[in-house]
């Protein structure tokens, strides 16, 4: 079935630094990858989102990069601030229609 | 959150008895869908809509039934529920099945 891994499950990072958050999804006729940031008692939020007809978005200090022929797409946060901190989940559109999720990573961003 | 209302937004109750979760837009968006939250898992389906009427299985959709009879309104069923339906549960909309915008959740626990 559609599956999608996500790494690492926990990350820290230095304020100022980046941070890279990696997924893989297994059905190679997926063409719509989102990214979604949830904070503490929150639904999680749409922060940037790509589509397979493009290897590169940016939107200021976050960028999505994705590899078709790999399977797999990143998360790029440069600059990194304390409100960074939070769980990140990657997602793959399967069928057009059923997102399924990464199982999340923790960011923690040190002061 | 989009213009998306959750109700109730804790739940407590007990095993074997009815549960009724509800989502409601003001957006008027084609697309509804139901998620659960368990740590370790990520963000899995249960149950979406494409329209009034028209429903579809997720992945977890044992023991869930929704019903969707205005465009506004998306109810997530738990016909008898179990202990393993304790989860934080999010409703999602979206104008074309790509990007979906998340409530802010329903804690459920059931004892």
């Known amino acids: 079935g559609e599956n999608v891994e996500q790494h690492p499950s926990t990350l820290s990072v230095q304020e100022g630094d980046s941070a890279v958050i990696k997924c893989t999804y297994s059905d190679s006729a997926s063409n719509y990858f989102p990214w979604y940031k949830q904070e503490l008692g929150k639904g999680p939020q749409l922060i940037i989102d790509?589509?397979?007809?493009?290897g590169e978005k940016k939107d200021q200090r976050i960028a999505v990069t994705l590899n078709k022929t790999a399977k797999h797409f990143s998360l790029h946060i440069t600059e990194t601030q304390p409100e960074d901190s939070a769980v990140y989940f990657c997602a793959a559109l399967f069928g057009n229609e059923k997102l399924t999720f990464g199982t999340g990573t923790r960011l923690t961003i040190i002061p | 959150d989009a213009g998306i209302t959750q109700s109730p937004r804790h739940k407590v109750t007990e095993t074997g008895t009815p549960v009724t979760l509800r989502c409601h837009q003001t957006e008027n968006h084609r697309y509804m869908y139901w998620y659960r939250q368990d740590p370790g898992h990520g963000l899995r389906l249960i149950h979406y809509?494409?329209?009034?009427?028209?429903?579809d299985k997720g992945e977890v959709s044992d023991g869930y039934s929704v019903s969707r009879s205005k465009t506004e309104d998306f109810l997530l069923t738990l016909e008898s529920a179990t202990s393993s339906q304790t989860s934080v549960y999010f409703c999602?909309?979206?104008?074309?099945?790509?990007?979906?915008?998340f409530g802010p959740g329903t804690r459920l626990t059931v004892t």
């Open positions: 790509i589509r397979s007809n493009v």
């Open positions: 809509s494409y329209g009034v009427k028209d429903t």
């Open positions: 999602a909309i979206s104008v074309t099945s790509y990007e979906q915008y």
